[in-house]
């Protein structure tokens, strides 16, 4: 059984996009012959029925130029299908070398927001999959749900020292939809508590940079830089000592988004706070309140305090039962099962 693939980069490395790799794997691991097609490519050591190329280009019309000129060859001997990873429009392009050779066509998509050419790749899709109904913002009923694909760690690094300290970490890029500002508000309402707060992500494009900028001048102005730090990207390999060293994650991304790294912080054995009740199968009927109004600093606060007066051990337990729910329907293994069943 061949299966194509099509995706933005292949880097175990890349900040926001390494964790491709880990799905790279589990989906050779289920097929004959896999062949990714990216638009950038960097050694990712994988399994010998891999074959890899690169299609980038200067401009759209080169990039979907050069991704039909290498996707075409592969369609003679008819994979089992042709998935687009996360880019509809990788899905729109090919729909025009699969569709007359009625080559199943999967498109797998998580986002809040909804594009027209999200909604022209829905169309041209055989199946949507995503996360679940509520990480893909277009109703459809091609929707297959696959769980996130989380690469869960074998075995978790050794608890940090108690020191006294409840470390809050938000990781991810600083756009504006991932409600940071609210942290920082929540951040001083708990002067009283020995809380230190860590933002970590990238910058990518100009409006994060100058939100990133704005947090900065806001933790200035409101005093609380020895409490809160913000930091640049994080590189893949350095993300589970990240963890390590924190004892909360903190997510306020808008609803319908279901970020990928609250389900990582889960893997890894840390308590989430999330405000998308997407996340409810997550975090919900856990004995501890993990869930937030969007934006509210003040129940953010209280939920902090809580986590912080159930102790090392209570957090650490509640840790492990979030890690079981991540391994039971957000494991890798989990997700390259269901996208092979949907490409069958």
């Given at each position: ?158 608890a940090r020292p108690d020191d006294g ?138 939920r902090v305090r809580e986590l912080y ?36």
């Open positions: 059984m061949k299966l194509v693939v099509i995706t933005q980069r292949v880097d175990p490395g890349d900040p926001a996009l390494g964790a491709t790799v880990a799905k790279l794997r589990a989906l050779a691991a289920r097929v004959d012959e896999l062949v990714v097609l990216a638009l950038r490519v960097r050694d990712a050591d994988l399994p010998p029925n891999v074959r890899v190329r690169a299609f980038d280009a200067p401009g759209p019309p080169l990039k979907a130029a050069r991704l039909l000129t290498a996707l075409v060859p592969e369609l003679r001997q008819r994979p089992v299908a042709v998935l687009a990873h996360m880019a509809p429009v990788y899905a729109v392009v090919a729909a025009a070398a699969t569709r007359p050779l009625r080559i199943p066509l999967l498109l797998w998509f998580t986002h809040w927001r909804a594009s027209r050419t999200l909604q022209l790749a829905e169309r041209a899709s055989t199946r949507v999959l995503s996360v679940n109904a509520r990480s893909f913002p277009i109703r459809s009923g091609k929707l297959v749900e696959t769980g996130h694909g989380i690469e869960l760690p074998a075995e978790l690094p050794p300290m409840l470390r809050l970490l938000a990781l991810g890029r600083s756009s504006p939809a991932k409600g940071l500002t609210a942290l920082l508000d929540a951040a001083a309402l708990l002067g009283d508590l020995p809380v230190a707060v860590e933002i970590c992500g990238p910058s990518l494009t100009d409006e994060e940079r100058d939100h990133r900028a704005a947090l900065a001048a806001r933790i200035g102005a409101d005093g609380l830089e020895s409490r809160v730090r913000l930091s640049g990207p994080v590189d893949r390999p350095e993300v589970a000592r990240l963890y390590a060293r924190s004892d909360v994650l903190v997510n306020n991304m808008r609803a319908g988004a279901l970020d990928k790294v609250v389900y990582e912080a889960a893997a890894a054995g840390l308590p989430v706070l999330v405000a998308s009740d997407g996340f409810a199968p997550l975090v919900d009927g856990l004995g501890a309140s993990l869930r937030f109004a969007q934006d509210d600093a003040g129940e953010l606060a209280s007066e159930l102790g090392t051990e209570g957090r650490a337990a509640l840790g492990a039962r979030l890690r079981e729910r991540v391994w039971s329907s957000h494991s890798v293994e989990h997700w390259a099962d269901a996208v092979v069943a949907a490409a069958r």
